[in-house]
């Protein structure tokens, strides 16, 4: 041994040579790894390209026309694909209802891991095994009782945020919509205090979207440099901040809400709330309670924002559905009252929401799983334990699926709900593998019920009580960001108050 480093140290010609064969075989090793596969790549590298740096940017600004390729390509085929979320096996639709329900494939470990939770300030994003129970435990089977609350805060909300000028004027639908929804979600989730604390609602929204947008930068990135690239990203400067800013609008309430359960408790009296913080404590959740309330309401912000702004683009660029919507508004809520059950029976509404979704999921891919054993395909096919897979959601679009796929169609899923009530496929929160806008199987959101009924009672008081339009030859035009299906954040809607066919802040609940 001694020897042979005396022959390299003596020799550095040869010592190079060495070095230069070892790096060589190491390449060539590499290389033939990256191509072991049954699975065709979609995006492959070039021959001897040490990193997927170049696939995966490429993947990154054009992901929409590459996933459209290759679905086209390997219709009913697996293949695999370099993107933002790594090295993924992209599998077709039709496999989704045979693998829903495996309990080999995992959703919290590469949704923890996309999602930057190993990054200071990004601690929200962290997987709490609880909030799947939560949410259809406590928030779904309150739903009931929560339309009043939720009506009663989008009332003063949309009044304080959007005006009661009759006048034409300018809406930012990204930044007013997440006020909205941040303060109707907040009055659901920790009370009336909170929800009306304007240094909270701007923290919790301002951390929303600086959160995701962060995100995607950061997978512009190698996976393998994030950890330490963000130190030197202002992006993620300013995204700390954000979280500190929110930690810090919490803590008053946090400390207020601890004394009153102290006191009920030593007076022997049950906890006078019932918020997510106690449905959190019942459950045994050991969690900061400021992570778990910013966690919850980035969640319940981005989804629910996102898919109203699109339903709001959509009905301004199809006029003719404006009278139809607000007819079946006032025919159902006039007799029904402004009830969960009245909610289910705004069938067109729950068609435009749905169509809304289906044209531009929030994802470009979905059903997100990574295997935690050798798992086989429908068809045959292996997936290695370890290994991640998705589904891509272009073929929401594909004529395969639907007639018109390509076109807006804010009856579509009215007609089909109309030839079969018994059908619960074509409502919003049903999920199928044909539209997969919430998912599919038993990681789809659970907190899609309470997302819908959000989005229907803030399209209520919008509808009844305000014109919104586009401005001439304006046209919004979403874009692909990797695997996200970013909105036209450029995109302004002009709106005006109206004189309201019924007044949806008196009626019953």
Same mark, same amino acid.
């Given at each position: 041994?001694?020897?042979?480093?005396?022959?390299?140290?003596?020799? /550095?010609?040869?010592?190079?040579?060495?070095?230069?064969?070892?790096?060589?075989?190491?390449?060539?090793?590499?290389?033939?790894?990256?191509?072991?596969?049954?699975?065709?790549?979609?995006?492959?590298?070039?021959?001897?390209?040490? +990193?997927?740096?170049?696939?995966?940017?490429? &993947?990154?600004?054009?992901?929409?026309?590459?996933?459209?390729?290759?679905?086209?390509?390997?219709?009913?085929?697996?293949?695999?694909?370099?993107?933002?979320?790594?090295?993924?096996?992209?599998?077709?639709?039709?496999?989704?209802?045979?693998?829903?329900?495996?309990?080999?494939?995992?959703?919290?470990?590469?949704?923890?891991? !996309?999602?930057?939770?190993? =990054? /200071?300030? &990004?601690? /929200?994003?962290?997987? !709490?095994?609880?909030?799947?129970?939560?949410?259809?435990?406590?928030?779904?089977?309150?739903?009931?009782?929560?339309?009043?609350?939720?009506?009663?805060?989008?009332?003063?909300? $949309?009044?304080?945020?959007?005006?009661?000028? #009759?006048?034409?004027?300018?809406?930012?639908?990204?930044?007013?919509? =997440?006020?909205? =929804?941040?303060?109707?979600?907040?009055?659901? &989730? %920790?009370?009336?205090?909170?929800?009306? !604390?304007?240094?909270?609602?701007?923290?919790?929204?301002? *951390?929303?979207?600086?959160?995701?947008?962060?995100?995607?930068?950061?997978? +512009?990135?190698?996976?393998?440099?994030?950890? $330490?690239?963000?130190? $030197?990203?202002?992006?993620?400067?300013?995204?700390?901040?954000?979280?500190?800013?929110?930690?810090?609008?919490?803590?008053?309430?946090?400390?207020?809400?601890?004394?009153?359960?102290?006191?009920?408790?030593?007076?022997?009296?049950?906890?006078?709330?019932?918020?997510?913080?106690?449905?959190?404590?019942?459950?045994?959740?050991?969690?900061?309670?400021?992570?778990?309330?910013?966690?919850?309401?980035?969640?319940?912000?981005?989804? +629910?924002?996102?898919?109203?702004?699109? #339903?709001?683009?959509?009905?301004?660029?199809?006029?003719?559905?404006?009278? /139809?919507?607000?007819?079946?508004?006032?025919?159902?809520?006039?007799?029904?009252?402004?009830?969960? #059950?009245?909610?289910?029976?705004?069938?067109? %509404?729950?068609?435009?929401?749905?169509?809304?979704?289906?044209?531009?999921?929030?994802?470009?891919?979905? $059903?997100?799983?990574?295997? %935690?054993?050798?798992?086989?395909?429908?068809?045959?096919?292996?997936?290695?334990?370890?290994?991640?897979? =998705?589904?891509?959601?272009?073929?929401?679009?594909?004529?395969?699926? *639907?007639?018109?796929?390509?076109?807006?169609?804010?009856?579509? &899923?009215?007609?089909?709900?109309?030839?079969?009530?018994?059908?619960?496929?074509?409502?919003?929160?049903?999920?199928?593998?044909?539209?997969?806008?919430?998912?599919?199987?038993?990681?789809?959101?659970?907190?899609?019920?309470?997302?819908?009924?959000?989005?229907?009672?803030?399209?209520?008081?919008?509808?009844?009580?305000?014109?919104?339009?586009?401005?001439?030859?304006?046209?919004?035009?979403?874009?692909?960001?990797?695997?996200? *299906?970013?909105?036209?954040?450029?995109?302004?809607?002009?709106?005006?108050?109206?004189?309201?066919?019924?007044?949806? !802040?008196?009626?019953?609940?």
């Amino acid at each position: 041994m001694a020897s042979y480093l005396d022959l390299l140290l003596g020799n /550095p010609q040869y010592a190079i040579f060495c070095g230069v064969t070892l790096f060589t075989l190491f390449v060539i090793r590499y290389s033939l790894l990256g191509h072991v596969t049954k699975f065709p790549v979609l995006n492959p590298k070039k021959s001897l390209e040490l +990193t997927s740096n170049r696939v995966t940017q490429d &993947f990154i600004v054009d992901s929409k026309n590459i996933l459209t390729n290759g679905r086209a390509l390997y219709k009913d085929q697996p293949y695999r694909a370099y993107t933002d979320w790594g090295k993924v096996v992209v599998i077709p639709p039709q496999f989704l209802d045979a693998l829903k329900s495996h309990k080999q494939l995992d959703f919290l470990i590469p949704a923890e891991d !996309d999602s930057h939770a190993y =990054v /200071p300030g &990004f601690e /929200p994003f962290v997987s !709490d095994p609880n909030i799947s129970k939560v949410v259809t435990k406590y928030l779904t089977k309150s739903l009931t009782k929560l339309t009043a609350p939720l009506s009663d805060e989008a009332s003063m909300a $949309f009044r304080q945020v959007l005006t009661d000028s #009759t006048d034409w004027h300018e809406m930012h639908p990204q930044h007013d919509i =997440v006020r909205l =929804v941040s303060r109707m979600s907040s009055r659901i &989730f %920790m009370g009336e205090a909170l929800c009306r !604390d304007d240094d909270w609602v701007r923290a919790s929204g301002d *951390y929303t979207v600086q959160s995701f947008k962060t995100g995607d930068i950061l997978r +512009t990135y190698p996976r393998w440099s994030r950890p $330490f690239v963000h130190w $030197f990203l202002p992006s993620c400067w300013t995204l700390r901040k954000k979280l500190d800013e929110a930690i810090q609008c919490l803590k008053p309430h946090l400390e207020r809400r601890s004394v009153i359960s102290a006191q009920a408790e030593a007076e022997g009296k049950p906890s006078p709330f019932d918020d997510s913080i106690e449905w959190y404590k019942k459950e045994g959740s050991t969690r900061n309670p400021a992570l778990l309330q910013i966690s919850l309401s980035l969640v319940a912000i981005h989804t +629910t924002s996102d898919l109203l702004m699109e #339903t709001l683009f959509n009905i301004a660029q199809h006029p003719e559905l404006f009278q /139809p919507l607000r007819e079946e508004i006032t025919n159902v809520l006039s007799t029904e009252g402004l009830k969960k #059950t009245a909610l289910y029976n705004l069938k067109l %509404m729950d068609s435009v929401i749905k169509e809304s979704q289906r044209l531009r999921p929030v994802l470009l891919g979905s $059903f997100r799983r990574q295997a %935690m054993a050798d798992i086989t395909l429908p068809n045959g096919d292996l997936i290695k334990k370890g290994e991640k897979l =998705v589904c891509d959601t272009t073929h929401m679009w594909n004529g395969d699926y *639907y007639e018109e796929a390509a076109k807006f169609d804010g009856y579509r &899923f009215f007609r089909m709900r109309e030839a079969s009530e018994q059908d619960k496929h074509p409502h919003l929160v049903s999920t199928s593998f044909d539209h997969l806008g919430f998912g599919h199987g038993n990681h789809a959101c659970p907190g899609r019920f309470f997302a819908a009924n959000e989005i229907k009672i803030a399209l209520c008081h919008m509808l009844l009580k305000y014109d919104w339009k586009l401005a001439d030859g304006v046209v919004p035009k979403p874009s692909g960001f990797g695997m996200a *299906y970013l909105p036209d954040l450029q995109a302004k809607l002009l709106i005006r108050r109206r004189n309201e066919e019924l007044n949806i !802040d008196s009626i019953e609940t």
